[in-house]
Antibody, heavy 119, light 107 residues
Framework: QVQLQESGPVMVKPSETLSLTCGVS?????????WNWVRQTPGKGLEWIGE???????NYNPSLKSRVTISLDKSNNQFSLKLTSMTAADTAVYYC????????????WGQGTRVTVSS | EIVLTQSPGTLSLSPGERATLSCRAS???????FSWYQQKPGQAPRPLIY???TRATGIPERFSGSGSGTDFTLTISRVEPEDFAVYYC????????FGQGTKLEIK
């Protein structure tokens, strides 16, 4: 079955850009699925960040849209998240997840990676 | 944005009892776009129910989902020790949103 694994820094400084990667095995990034990022904080709970499809379509949470970029790397079968202008409010556990096109839910999740914003 | 409100915040039950978890949406949600997840400490959310009432792969029959419009319910017919966790509802409209969670704890 599909497995997802997040990688990236555990800490970033305020105002910096967070870059995370999600490696995918057991499925192709070019399959008919959406590739998502979701984060979880004690204060706001689970928050969807955005999604990308191999067709080139991307969708972002309106509240984060100005700071987010999600892209697919087909050659390495992985996808990435870039979140600019990080603040303490962005401290969270970041998950990558797969969702289906027809049945709209997150059917597979990575284990999550904790990112702290601190100087 | 559709806001999901879960109740109760905490549910205290003994193993073998029936659990009823509720999720109310601020606007109507299509039945194909409503899901439930279970999360245990230190783990990612695990899909339980999708399309309102369909159990995800490997989910026991004691878990069931129902509802329509703005009111949805997750029922655990007889709670097992491994079911004590936090449960989240989730919807997809123009964007995905999650409820704040219901913690199912041992009484």
């Amino acid at each position: 079955q599909v497995q997802l694994q997040e990688s990236g820094p555990v800490m970033v400084k305020p105002s910096e850009t967070l870059s995370l990667t999600c490696g995918v095995s057991g499925d192709s990034i070019s399959s008919n699925h959406w590739w998502n990022w979701v984060r979880q904080t004690p204060g706001k709970g689970l928050e969807w960040i955005g999604e990308a499809h191999h067709s080139g379509t991307v969708n972002y949470n309106p509240s984060l849209k100005s700071r987010v970029t999600i892209s697919l790397d087909k050659s390495n079968n992985q996808f990435s998240l870039k979140l600019t202008s990080m603040t303490a409010a962005d401290t969270a556990v970041y998950y990558c997840a797969r969702s289906t096109v027809t049945i709209v839910y997150f059917d597979s999740w990575g284990q999550g990676t904790r990112v702290t914003v601190s100087s | 944005e559709i806001v999901l409100t879960q109740s109760p915040g905490t549910l205290s039950l003994s193993p073998g009892e029936r659990a009823t978890l509720s999720c109310r949406a601020s606007h109507s949600v299509g039945i194909n776009y409503f899901s439930w997840y279970q999360q245990k400490p230190g783990q990612a959310p695990r899909p339980l129910i999708y399309a309102t009432s369909t159990r995800a792969t490997g989910i026991p029959e004691r878990f069931s989902g129902s509802g329509s419009g703005t009111d949805f319910t997750l029922t655990i017919s007889r709670v097992e020790p491994e079911d004590f966790a936090v449960y989240y509802c989730q919807q997809y409209g123009l964007s995905y949103t999650f409820g704040q969670g219901t913690k199912l704890e041992i009484k």
